[in-house]
């Protein structure tokens, strides 16, 4: 497919995919972010049996900003901080 015509097809969704990053993700940064992720993806994407470029899009973009927050908590899980009470602060395991 035509470059410019991808790049035009981009741009016509950006709007929307921005929209649904930041809903995603709460933050305008970082929706612009995963927005230029998917932009960097689709430009090197095979997308000529593509039939709904638009859903397509949208997918890409939801796969990024779900990546994002798996990223956005992976140090609190790999630092093993849990939503558990810890035995120190738990009224059971308190001693009287």
């Known amino acids: 497919m035509d470059g410019d015509w991808l790049a035009q097809q981009f741009e016509d969704n950006r709007g929307h995919l ?3 990053a930041f809903r ?9 972010n995963a927005v230029q992720e998917a932009w960097l993806r689709f ?10 470029l638009s859903g397509w899009l949208t997918t890409v973009v939801a796969r990024v900003c779900l ?18 009470p810890s035995a ?9």
Do not use: F, K, W
């Open 24 to 32: 995603m993700l709460g933050s305008a940064a970082e929706a612009d």
């Open 43 to 52: 430009s090197g994407a095979d997308t000529s049996r593509v039939g709904n």
């Open 18 to 20: 921005r929209a649904v």
């Open 67 to 84: 990546d994002m927050l798996r990223r956005r908590d992976a140090p609190r899980c790999a630092a093993g901080v849990s939503n558990e």
């Open 88 to 96: 120190g602060t738990d009224p059971e395991h308190q001693r009287v």
